[in-house]
């Protein structure tokens, strides 16, 4: 595929930029060599089958002075970011980084090693594993520790432990309260339109290069191996806990509601390491992804960041985390998690502040500066998070998406608002006309707000496409955020050829298996095509035979409601008794294979089953 150069617009929006900029810094580029012991012969990782789910070789051109079509500071970023290997962060505590969108953490107790955060894939982390024996020994696992509910950091645990050795007890898996329900939940209830959306986020379709992908800023991109999740055996359920594993004292702090729903931070008294899960990074983090999410909530974010600071800050000589490079030195440590905590309590604050004088979100956004001391730390860049969209986020979450103006109340969705735009301006080409004096002017945000409207009304038009992509491509050379570029670049590449559909790991098998009942008829529950179900009026007993529970499942006005109770033939069309793992098959529409027995009137069943729909993970995006 063709790409454009920068534009002069953009060579001056990056030059400009680049010189406001502490490049003379280099603590970051130091901290990110410091302690490298060995790189793996390939960077290339693959499948059982030979497919590539990872290939950190593919950023090789990450050298050198940044391109025209690079921001420089993301170009800087992703350097850093890119390098893979095995690191020492002290003895005993090593990191293999450059495997995957994380870092896998191994720390060595008296028999084997306790493995932290085991990175999206079975593949990558099993090979992160391989890297870390080849150079420590084959020391055996002795305890996982899943920092929070995300799946870079949980989904690869079959990479290093397989469920016999947990049955046996010879691996514990150690993981904050609720972490399970809510990995599930996030990976499952939206997990179509949240793949989909990541696609884009990561830059799953793009080519790798100065002209596209560089990398997302907190990590370069996600494996597409095959992942899982394993029910932890030890659940931590309050700040101070402390456990002996494997001859290593671990006291916990609980962080709730921050970066993740489920997430702890973990002090090693032995070897003063602080260990701040995904709350604490060399950049500046989402408070809502790209990809889709609940708003976190900055507040909270940072008490927790306070309450690291105030119980760890004297003790610890060094601080790392499941994403970029450790900090060392007690007064470099004050200075990172203080200014992190900062950058979160200050956006927080001052968009309640501003909100407070009736400004709405996207007027905050433009309006709102950081500090100095904030946006001269290069950890508080936006890579991941920008202030723009974080900003909106909290308005988001305390107001909502109405800004309040009574014309904003029911405005027409976007195809027809593009519609009657277009009709007012003159026309589909007299849009296009002035989209292209805005892109030769530089003003790109405004020729893709014209653009997105043309192809909203003619999405074939190929004039409007072909300047569309183009303006989204110089956007996305202008980017600092890593994700920000994928987007552009991905919205880019769609308009230039086809829908790429949704190349990353979703609703693998393994986490489906860990639904709880309750969650697989919820699930079932959003795939309810509702007019399709209105005026159906279902009642079905569904007996678990190796859970010795039944409910009660209706489905009446388009709503599929469940009550766990005793069966009841009587009032039931139609009993299904069954396994828990044949329920999650039937709900997959696997309805011919053994395990299942039906009582009554089977067209019920058929009947549910017909009102249910599937996820579309090829939804447009960029086009109506």
């Known amino acids: 595929m063709d790409h454009n150069e920068a534009t002069d617009a953009i060579r001056e929006a990056n030059a400009r930029l680049g010189d406001t900029l502490p490049f003379s810094d280099r603590r970051d580029v ?23 789910v990872w290939d950190a070789d593919s950023y090789a051109f990450l050298d050198g002075d940044a391109p025209a079509t690079v921001n420089p500071s993301l170009w800087r970023q992703s350097t850093l970011v890119a390098k893979i290997g095995l690191f020492e962060v002290v003895e005993g505590i090593y990191q293999a980084r450059g495997f995957d969108l994380s870092n896998v953490s191994f720390i060595e107790g008296e028999t084997g090693v306790i493995v932290v955060d085991p ?96 990398g997302a800023g907190l990590g370069q991109t996600t494996s597409t191996g095959r992942a899982g999740i394993m029910v932890p055996t030890l659940e931590i359920r309050s700040t101070g806990e402390t456990h002996v594993i494997d001859g290593v004292e671990i006291e916990f702090q609980m962080a709730p509601g921050t970066e993740a729903p489920a997430e702890m931070h973990f002090y090693l008294p032995q070897h003063r390491a602080l260990c701040m899960a995904e709350n604490a ?72 502040r501003m909100l407070n004088l009736g400004m709405t979100g996207a007027e905050i956004a433009e309006e709102i500066r950081l500090p100095p001391a904030l946006e001269n730390a290069w950890h508080a860049r936006g890579y991941y998070g920008t202030v723009s969209h974080n900003v909106k986020a909290i308005y988001q979450r305390y107001m909502g998406w109405f800004d309040g103006n009574p014309a904003r109340l029911w405005p027409h969705p976007p195809k027809p608002l593009a519609e009657r735009y277009v009709a007012a301006i003159g026309g589909i080409d007299r849009v296009v006309e ?30 409007a496409r072909a300047l569309y992509a183009d303006t989204l491509e110089q956007l996305a050379y202008g980017a600092e955020n890593g994700t920000w570029r994928n987007f552009f670049l991905s919205g880019a590449t769609e308009l230039r050829g086809e829908n790429f559909g949704t190349p990353t790991t979703t609703n693998a098998p393994e986490i489906v298996a860990q639904l709880t009942v309750e969650q697989l008829l919820d699930s079932v529950a959003i795939r309810v095509d509702g007019p399709r179900a209105w005026d159906l009026d279902l009642a079905l007993d569904i007996t678990l035979s190796d859970l010795d529970r039944n409910y009660r499942v209706t489905l009446r006005n388009g709503v599929l409601v469940y009550v766990a109770k005793a069966a009841d033939p009587e009032t039931a069309g139609v009993t299904l008794t069954l396994t828990k793992p044949r329920l999650l098959a039937l709900a997959g529409g696997d309805v011919d294979a053994d395990g299942l027995q039906v009582d009554g009137d089977r067209n019920v069943l058929d009947q549910l089953l017909g009102a249910l729909g599937q996820g579309d993970p090829a939804f447009d995006i960029v086009l109506p």
């Open 30 to 52: 130091d901290a990110a060599e410091r302690g490298f012991l060995g790189a793996p012969e390939s960077g290339i990782i693959r499948d059982a089958d030979g497919s590539i």
């Open 119 to 214: 990175l999206i894939s079975r593949e990558t982390a099993a090979a992160a594993l391989t890297l870390y024996r080849e150079h420590r020994g084959d020391r055996p696992v002795t305890a996982v520790i899943v920092t929070h509910s995300h799946i870079d950091h949980f989904g690869g645990v079959f990479g290093v432990v397989d469920d016999d050795q947990v049955t046996a007890g010879s691996v514990q898996i150690i993981s904050p309260e609720h972490l399970v329900s809510e990995a599930v939940a996030e990976n499952v209830y939206a997990g179509t339109a949240m793949g989909r959306r990541a696609g884009y986020m990561y830059g799953a379709a793009l080519e790798r290069g100065p002209k596209g992908a560089v």
């Open 281 to 352: 990074t060399h950049t500046h983090h989402n408070l809502l992804t790209l990809r889709g999410a609940l708003v976190r909530d900055p507040h909270v974010w940072s008490t927790y960041l306070t309450e690291a600071i105030e119980r760890f800050g004297d003790r610890a000589d060094v601080v790392f985390a499941s994403h970029h490079w450790p900090t060392w030195g007690s007064d470099e440590i004050r200075e990172f998690l203080g200014l992190q905590r900062d950058l979160y309590a200050y956006l927080h604050d001052q968009t309640l």
């Open 434 to 463: 002035l989209a292209r004096q805005a892109y030769d002017e530089g003003d790109f945000r405004w020729a893709a707000t014209l653009l997105d409207h043309a192809v909203f009304t003619d999405a074939g038009h190929p004039a």
